[in-house]
């Protein structure tokens, strides 16, 4: 079988193709820019934009799983494509379709339930690699500086999100199912700013900014007011959905969800600098480029 893989350089795009390399199943990634894609032998790369469903023809050829994502384009917009897609998809002979869900309904969520195919709706919580947006901080600074310190999240590793929309595309029983996703755990952000410097080996400073602060740094960053408010809400008022762990990734995979220590581990180095000393040495000679 083939599977499709849109959305597949995002972060969890990539997890989803690394997991069905894995899993030794042909894989078709699509992407606006092949050239930059940078996929693991093996993986065919083909051109394609969900906004402009008729580039979805060469590429649905063969495929027998297909996963999507809600939105598309240079901007991110919600997808309004989604019965064509699914159409597509349909007279192509796809029998199975994984939705990542972008937090909320979505028109193409809705097109793909109301279609023939068999579909699975993939709800992640938080990512773990949310976290990477504290990297260039901790690197410069030692230091992070968030609101609502005291928030829970049972935030979630992208590689288990691979794992089992993998699963889904490519195993029977999943049909009309919803997976909400979680890690194992639920932290706070006291807890995932030590869990990081015990990874890196360095002590990171945690700064509570003001909601007013926090509001401040966002409209800095060029969020709208709209945007800003939302943020707050989630932050202040965390869903109980995000922070409430459930079992679904050993259910589906068959193994235990990965703990934000293991992902610390892995992507240590993104959080560490060099530093010179007298002696004329550092305590680390790797600053990677983000993920």
């Known amino acids: 079988m083939t599977v499709l893989v849109t959305g597949a350089t995002g972060t969890v795009g990539r997890r989803v193709v690394a997991e069905l390399v894995r899993r030794g199943e042909r894989v078709r990634a699509l992407t606006r820019d092949p050239a930059k894609a940078d996929f693991p032998a093996g993986v065919e790369t083909v051109r394609g934009d969900l906004t402009d469903p008729g580039t979805l023809i060469p590429a649905l050829e063969g495929v027998t799983g297909l996963h999507l994502i809600t939105f598309g384009g240079a901007y991110f917009e919600p997808l309004t494509t989604g019965r064509e897609i699914v159409a597509l998809a349909d007279k192509a002979g796809v029998q199975r379709i994984t939705v990542l869900n972008g ?19 993939v709800m992640p919580v938080e990512f773990m690699a949310n976290a990477l947006e504290w990297a260039e901080g901790v690197r410069t600074a030692d230091s992070v500086a968030e609101p609502f310190v005291d928030r829970l999240s049972a935030m979630v590793h992208e590689a ?46 945690l700064t509570e900014l003001s909601a007013g602060q926090a509001a401040e740094r966002w ?73």
């Open 103 to 121: 937090g909320g309904p979505s028109p193409l969520q809705e097109a793909v339930e109301a279609g023939d195919v068999g579909w699975t709706l």
């Open 219 to 291: 409209r800095g960053a060029g969020m709208d007011q709209e945007t800003v408010e939302f943020m707050l809400d989630v932050y202040g008022n965390t869903p109980e959905v995000g922070r409430t762990v459930v079992d679904t990734v050993e259910r589906v995979t068959g193994r235990p969800a990965r703990t934000f220590a293991q992902w610390a581990a892995e992507h240590a180095d993104a959080f560490r600098a060099e530093r010179a000393d007298d002696s004329g040495e550092g305590d680390a000679d790797i600053v990677p480029a983000r993920v």
């Open 160 to 205: 288990d999100i691979g794992a089992v929309t993998a699963v889904a595309l490519t195993e029977d029983g999943h049909a009309g199912r919803t997976y909400t996703l979680t890690g194992p755990e639920t932290l706070t952000v006291r807890d995932k700013v030590r869990t990081l410097a015990a990874a890196r080996g360095r002590e990171i400073a």
